[in-house]
């Protein structure tokens, strides 16, 4: 069952991404004084991601338009392109039927998302509410933090 499980959600991706304290945390001496650093806040410009993955890793990161939003509309687009990665990236496993896991915003249980989710054979699994119960929600933040650093880098070097 577990090899069956695609993971979806959304995040909103800054243009630059300040140092969080557990990535500048540094070992000093206890008589060394302690470095004080300003306050920065987060880039105004940002975009929205919506991220795939499995057990295996990432299948898919789709950045959408600048200024946007996820509607059912544009939910039902997106989900469109992690059908196309699963078939590059896990032969077999469409064969073997999905089971998405993702929230129950508004988009996600849309009609026109269900309607969909049903003509591909996906099966939706109701999202735990605890932490225990699933890992995979939960661990967003350290992919969101990949995807974050690795869009900085790109829009730094544009």
Known sequence: ML???VTGDETWVPHITPESKQQSMEWRHTHFPVRVKAKQTLSQCKIMASVFWD???VLLVDFMQRGTTINAVAYVQTLRNP??????K???MLTEGILLLHD????????QTLALLDTFGWEVLDTP???T???AIFSFSAISNIISAATTTTMTKA
């Open 133 to 135: 119960l699933c890992r």
């Open 90 to 92: 896990r032969r077999g």
């Open 104 to 111: 129950n915003a508004r988009p996600h249980t849309a009609a």
């Open 83 to 88: 059908r196309r990665a699963i078939q590059n």
């Open 129 to 131: 509410t605890t932490p």
């Open 55 to 57: 057990r295996h890793g």
């Open 3 to 5: 090899s069956r499980i």
